[in-house]
């Protein structure tokens, strides 16, 4: 079955950039949707189809994918940024999703 | 305002059934696809199934493939999953999403 992968946790201190990955197969045709979830709630969507940002979300954060590696980025990281951060995609068929593993991201 | 709010979690035991309820508002229900989504108690995300607009095509993660169905009733604007042979390792806060929206999740524990 389709995996995207991504690493577990990414640790930055605070007004750095922070980066996180995800690779699949299929991003060169697919595309990435990253959602944030906090401690405790429903996920929020923070980028949809690869870099745009949903109304709400700060400037701060994009998304751009190259290849076979979707990237979310996080300019000038805050501490309310610490969170789990879960890339979002399909297989190459386009009907089964899945989900990458999560990365921590901690601000500190 | 999307709202989508899920009911019908609760405690089952292994090989029971359950069956889940999702109640949309605030957008033209007909006119999305939609899906379910899972979280195992301190584990991530896991897309479990999703739905076509008028119910023709659905799709499932194969673990759950044989024991569980997605439906629709778009005159009632709800999303169900009806849930059976339930395993432990179904136990999940369960969610009702459409695109980026989604609901805040209803438990499933299956235990004996």
Redesign the interface.
Request: aromatic share 10%.
């Given at each position: 079955s389709y995996e995207l992968t991504q690493p577990p946790s990414v640790s930055v201190s605070p007004g750095q950039t922070a980066r996180i990955t995800c690779s699949g197969d299929a991003l060169p045709k697919k595309y990435a949707y990253w959602y944030q979830q906090k401690s405790g709630q429903a996920p929020v969507l923070v980028i949809y189809e690869d870099s745009k940002r949903p109304s709400g979300i700060p400037e701060r954060v994009s998304g751009s994918s190259s290849g076979t590696m979707a990237t979310l980025t996080i300019s000038g990281a805050q501490v309310e940024d610490e969170a789990d951060y879960y890339c979002y995609s399909t297989d190459s068929s386009g009907n089964h999703w899945v989900f990458g593993g999560g990365t921590k991201l901690t601000v500190l | 305002e999307v709202q989508l709010v899920e009911s019908g979690g609760g405690l089952v035991q292994p090989g029971g059934s359950l069956r889940l309820s999702c109640a949309a508002s605030g957008f033209t229900f007909s006119n999305y696809w939609m899906?379910w989504?899972r979280q195992a108690p301190g584990k991530?995300?896991?897309?479990v199934a999703?739905i076509k607009q008028d119910g023709s095509?659905k799709?499932y993660?194969?673990s759950v493939k044989g024991r569980f169905t997605i439906s629709r009733d778009n005159a009632k604007n709800s999303l169900y999953l009806q849930m059976n042979s339930l395993r432990a390792e179904d136990t999940a806060v369960y969610?009702c999403a459409r695109?980026?929206n989604?609901?805040?999740?209803t438990l499933v524990t299956v235990s004996s």
């Amino acid at each position: 079955s389709y995996e995207l992968t991504q690493p577990p946790s990414v640790s930055v201190s605070p007004g750095q950039t922070a980066r996180i990955t995800c690779s699949g197969d299929a991003l060169p045709k697919k595309y990435a949707y990253w959602y944030q979830q906090k401690s405790g709630q429903a996920p929020v969507l923070v980028i949809y189809e690869d870099s745009k940002r949903p109304s709400g979300i700060p400037e701060r954060v994009s998304g751009s994918s190259s290849g076979t590696m979707a990237t979310l980025t996080i300019s000038g990281a805050q501490v309310e940024d610490e969170a789990d951060y879960y890339c979002y995609s399909t297989d190459s068929s386009g009907n089964h999703w899945v989900f990458g593993g999560g990365t921590k991201l901690t601000v500190l | 305002e999307v709202q989508l709010v899920e009911s019908g979690g609760g405690l089952v035991q292994p090989g029971g059934s359950l069956r889940l309820s999702c109640a949309a508002s605030g957008f033209t229900f007909s006119n999305y696809w939609m899906c379910w989504v899972r979280q195992a108690p301190g584990k991530g995300l896991e897309w479990v199934a999703n739905i076509k607009q008028d119910g023709s095509e659905k799709y499932y993660v194969d673990s759950v493939k044989g024991r569980f169905t997605i439906s629709r009733d778009n005159a009632k604007n709800s999303l169900y999953l009806q849930m059976n042979s339930l395993r432990a390792e179904d136990t999940a806060v369960y969610y009702c999403a459409r695109d980026g929206n989604w609901g805040q999740g209803t438990l499933v524990t299956v235990s004996s």
